[in-house]
């Protein structure tokens, strides 16, 4: 499923290079990748020489994508025994790709993925090796990883993967211009966005920036308040397949609060012609347009790409998304991106040698420094010192502790849920920004396609 197209930039002490790139986080594309498949340097030789290759595919591009590259070959340099493989494939033809090599039992050694349903449907099939034990036995290893990140992942309690990049948190960006020139501060709790809508919408500033065209930005507003709603569990009961869940009263809540946004008149006239793939919502925003934009963590990187002046005269603000009182949820909670993670096929001969290439190359002390040097945050513990001293650290910094605080960080949907649910869904949601649909209409429907 299509998503966001994202622009990478890399930060160091003191400078900054904006890359062209696509961030490969959870299902994205909407960009062409400069090779459909490119190979790292690992010799072909391996099997005649008695060394044990792992194949990996990936599908990561522009500076990610060296990143991987240093990463398996520094693994080739110091394991002579085992010689990593990396194969790069663009986003959406990898889909098909791992599908039908999954199907014939051809798959590499190693693959990238979003865990979630696609990933849930490989274990059920038996094409994916559960990762507990090996887990399990080094600590060290196991405890490398923020503990919110491994949801996606962890399937009937046992774990399938592992983190292999960065986090994606949704949060709410603002313009502290347009809330200076008004005289407002952002807002912490519903109510207070709400009344911020109306003193911007009385000023003829679009309240909140909305790429309505894609969908896919409209989910972020209902991920976030069935979770500060209801919790979790609300869309946990989802996942599981309860009969009617859809109907719990958290998501007629949280579809009622959307409408109420929208006929508050919160987003901009005509959001739904308005493109968030081609970065059309963050125009909004950084030409002083629009005062707030909800989007994931890579919102920052398109802002810089596109007018870095607007975030070096320090006009571009970050916050949570916004409490909502009485609800049953974590206020700490987040959605969005938790990372994309490798597998190990069950059809692979060398998973021991699979094992090692995870636990010795993927998020190691190096492969850390590299991601944060392209300006990514990996999902690691003990990494605040080295965002902090980056030329962006305020800002990785809050995305970071936004992950390490929470409790629990929800894949998006459309990656949670099989592909044909999660198209009903953004469809669906399209309706409801449009009032097209009424909030117990929109749950009647999605229980229909559970």
């Known amino acids: 499923m299509k998503r966001k197209t994202v622009v990478k930039f890399g930060i160091g002490v003191g400078t900054v290079s904006v890359l062209s790139g696509l961030v490969s986080a959870c299902g ?161 709790t519903w109510m207070q966005l709400l009344s911020d809508v109306k003193v911007l919408k009385s000023h003829g500033i679009a309240p909140i920036s909305l790429g309505g065209k894609d969908e896919w930005p409209e989910l972020m507003y209902e991920e976030y308040l069935v979770d500060r709603i209801g919790g979790p569990q609300v869309f946990d009961a989802v996942l599981s397949g309860k009969k009617n869940a859809w109907s719990n009263p958290a998501f007629i809540k949280a579809n009622t609060m959307i409408q109420q946004l929208v006929n508050a008149g919160a987003f901009e006239p005509g959001f739904s012609s308005v493109s968030s793939n081609q970065s059309e919502d963050a125009a909004l925003l950084y030409t002083n347009r629009a005062g707030l934009w909800l989007m994931g963590s890579w919102g920052f990187a398109t802002i810089l790409s596109n007018d870095k002046a607007f975030i070096q005269q320090g006009n571009l603000g970050w916050i949570p998304f916004p409490r909502i009182p009485g609800g049953k949820g974590n206020v700490n909670d987040i959605a969005g991106n938790p990372s994309n993670y490798y597998s190990i096929s069950m059809a692979s001969k060398n998973k021991a040698a699979d094992v090692t290439f995870l636990k010795d190359a993927v998020l190691n ?78 749950s009647e429907d999605m229980n229909k396609h559970m």
Do not use: C
């Open 28 to 188: 994205v594309s909407n960009a062409s990748v400069q090779s459909a498949k490119v190979t790292t340097n690992a010799t072909q030789a391996a099997a005649s020489t008695g060394k044990q290759t792992v194949t990996i595919w990936d599908i990561q591009t522009g500076a990610a994508q060296q990143v991987v590259i240093n990463m398996s070959n520094s693994f080739n340099k110091t394991h002579p025994n085992i010689q990593s493989q990396v194969q790069f494939f663009e986003n959406d033809p990898y889909k098909q790709k791992i599908q039908i090599a999954m199907g014939a039992h051809n798959p590499p050694d190693i693959f990238v993925g979003w865990g979630g349903g696609t990933l849930a449907a490989y274990v059920k099939a038996g094409d994916v090796y559960n990762l507990t034990s090996a887990l399990n036995a080094d600590p060290s290893w196991k405890n490398r990883f923020l503990p919110s990140v491994m949801k996606p992942v962890t399937i009937g309690g046992k774990i399938y993967g592992v983190p292999n990049d960065n986090v994606q948190p949704v949060m709410m960006f603002y313009n502290k211009e347009v809330f200076k020139q008004y005289h407002l501060t952002p807002p912490s």
């Open 365 to 442: 002390n190096q492969n850390v420094k590299d991601w944060i040097s392209i300006g990514d945050v990996p999902p690691v513990k003990g990494i605040e010192s080295q965002l902090k001293h980056t030329t962006y650290g305020g800002y990785l910094s809050f995305t970071y502790d936004l992950v390490k605080n929470a409790p629990n960080f929800q894949a998006s949907w459309d990656q949670a849920l099989p592909p044909a649910e999660a198209q009903e869904l953004l469809t669906d949601l399209s309706k409801l920004f449009l009032n097209q649909m009424t909030p117990q209409q929109f």
